[in-house]
């Protein structure tokens, strides 16, 4: 059977995965789906907090409830809790009664925020947060494309965000016009659990506003730098000597469910000069980028990616040179399965999990004796600490 990465292989729970943007995150709980569960996000007395979506007493949503200072109220029975996932009261059980030694909310490993977005990581992750330099130099401006849902599974469209050999076909009316079909070589460079990817080319770059009056050409050198750290955190930073100017794109994924992907793209420029216009006209144009592969990466028949042959069978899919970064994507994703256990044993053990959990009447990765699987894990570093 082929190996594939999916939207819902419980490996990826190894990782930082974004769930919201921080604007979405405000006064009460905010209900989120990553890896097929459902998930709770909530600011208690400012503190960002990450909870498996139910409630330990009778498995109601504590998306449905409300946020009281420093904890969060369920909706059902009124059980409260506080960050750590500890429930401080029970009303039913009436003032001074101890609560159940198993009452307890089912926390993540880590929740933070960095690059205006809300993370999760459920179990301790193989690698950090990607970074983002631009975000902190003076004279790039920033906007965010509406964040958008896909069909496509998030290591799919990751694999095509690191592509360039489908510029000239997918994108002829955008960024791939007049592109030469042929992709040079070029370097893929390890970067702790993920890689950097380093190439020159010529390419159109219509958004050059000297190029309509004929001060510069259409077709321009361009020096790319993808950063890629797993699972599915992305960046590019687009040089173009001949026009002096610098673009970065930060891509970053949500696995949601098993047919559905949620895509956050931040542009971040340097030629824009604060103009507002500008600033939306860039945003218009870097959606119609990701339409024309959303249009495309939906029509595929994959329930994940491949992640190539192990030994006994040829891998699905046949790759040649210019597919050196897409080769690099599956070997890290290959690894994050093997680290933490193959994807098929992994996947039946959590089903496994999941129904045992059901029948006990706890949440998946609780426990017997109520503890959850973040107890297990190392403290987290300031950065991973909640808020």
């Given at each position: 059977?082929?190996?594939?990465?999916?939207?819902?292989?419980?490996?990826?729970?190894?990782?930082?995965?974004?769930?919201?943007?921080?604007?979405?995150?405000?006064?009460?709980?905010?209900?989120?789906?990553?890896?097929?569960?459902?998930?709770?996000?909530?600011?208690?007395?400012?503190?960002?907090?990450?909870?498996?979506?139910?409630?330990?007493?009778?498995?109601?949503?504590?998306?449905?409830?409300?946020?009281?200072?420093?904890?969060?109220?369920?909706?059902?029975?009124?059980?409260?809790?506080?960050?750590?996932?500890?429930?401080?009261?029970?009303?039913?059980?009436?003032?001074?009664?101890?609560?159940?030694?198993?009452?307890?909310?089912?926390?993540?490993?880590?929740?933070?925020?960095?690059?205006?977005?809300?993370?999760?990581?459920p179990a301790e992750p193989v690698a950090d947060?990607?970074?983002?330099?631009?975000?902190?130099?003076?004279?790039?401006?920033?906007?965010?494309?509406?964040?958008?849902?896909?069909?496509?599974?998030?290591?799919?469209?990751?694999?095509?965000?690191?592509?360039?050999?489908?510029?000239?076909?997918?994108?002829?009316?955008?960024?791939?016009?007049?592109?030469?079909?042929?992709?040079?070589?070029?370097?893929?460079?390890p970067d702790g659990a993920g890689f950097t990817?380093?190439?020159?080319?010529?390419?159109?770059?219509?958004?050059?506003?000297?190029?309509?009056?004929?001060?510069?050409?259409l077709i321009q050198r361009r020096w790319s730098?993808?950063?890629?750290?797993?699972?599915?955190?992305?960046?590019?930073?687009?040089?173009?000597?001949?026009?002096?100017?610098?673009?970065?794109?930060?891509?970053?994924?949500?696995?949601?469910?098993?047919?559905?992907?949620?895509?956050?793209?931040?542009?971040?420029?340097?030629?824009?000069?604060?103009?507002?216009?500008?600033?939306?006209?860039?945003?218009?144009?870097?959606?119609?980028?990701?339409?024309?592969?959303?249009?495309?990466?939906?029509?595929?028949?994959?329930?994940?990616?491949?992640?190539?042959?192990?030994?006994?069978?040829?891998?699905?899919?046949?790759?040649?040179?210019?597919?050196?970064?897409?080769?690099?994507?599956?070997?890290?994703?290959?690894?994050?399965?093997?680290?933490?256990?193959?994807?098929?044993?992994?996947?039946?053990?959590?089903?496994?999990?999941?129904?045992?959990?059901?029948?006990?009447?706890?949440?998946?990765?609780?426990?017997?004796?109520?503890?959850?699987?973040?107890?297990?894990?190392?403290?987290?570093?300031?950065?991973?600490?909640?808020?």
């Amino acid at each position: 059977m082929p190996r594939r990465l999916r939207n819902t292989t419980s490996a990826l729970r190894h990782g930082w995965h974004p769930v919201a943007r921080s604007a979405e995150v405000r006064d009460e709980p905010v209900a989120v789906r990553l890896l097929g569960q459902p998930w709770v996000l909530a600011r208690l007395d400012g503190t960002l907090a990450a909870f498996a979506d139910r409630c330990p007493h009778r498995l109601a949503p504590l998306s449905a409830g409300r946020v009281d200072g420093q904890e969060i109220v369920c909706a059902y029975h009124g059980w409260r809790f506080v960050v750590s996932g500890e429930c401080t009261a029970v009303p039913a059980l009436g003032a001074g009664v101890p609560t159940p030694r198993r009452a307890r909310a089912v926390a993540a490993w880590g929740v933070t925020e960095r690059h205006g977005l809300v993370w999760i990581a459920p179990a301790e992750p193989v690698a950090d947060l990607i970074e983002l330099p631009e975000a902190d130099q003076a004279g790039f401006d920033s906007v965010w494309l509406t964040p958008v849902r896909s069909s496509a599974p998030a290591a799919l469209l990751a694999d095509n965000f690191l592509d360039t050999a489908h510029f000239p076909f997918v994108h002829a009316a955008t960024i791939g016009a007049g592109e030469d079909t042929v992709v040079p070589p070029y370097r893929v460079t390890p970067d702790g659990a993920g890689f950097t990817v380093r190439m020159e080319q010529e390419v159109a770059n219509p958004e050059d506003p000297l190029v309509g009056s004929g001060e510069h050409p259409l077709i321009q050198r361009r020096w790319s730098t993808y950063g890629y750290q797993p699972p599915f955190m992305l960046r590019l930073r687009l040089e173009y000597p001949d026009a002096a100017t610098t673009n970065t794109i930060l891509f970053c994924l949500q696995p949601e469910d098993e047919r559905s992907t949620r895509i956050y793209t931040r542009l971040l420029r340097d030629d824009l000069g604060g103009d507002e216009t500008r600033i939306a006209q860039a945003a218009r144009f870097e959606q119609a980028v990701l339409d024309e592969d959303l249009a495309l990466q939906e029509r595929f028949d994959l329930d994940g990616l491949p992640l190539g042959g192990d030994g006994s069978q040829p891998g699905e899919e046949v790759s040649i040179r210019a597919d050196a970064a897409g080769v690099a994507l599956r070997r890290a994703l290959a690894a994050l399965v093997d680290t933490v256990g193959g994807a098929d044993g992994a996947d039946r053990a959590d089903r496994a999990d999941t129904r045992a959990s059901d029948a006990a009447g706890r949440p998946p990765g609780e426990h017997p004796g109520g503890r959850s699987e973040p107890e297990f894990r190392r403290p987290l570093s300031r950065d991973q600490r909640p808020g």
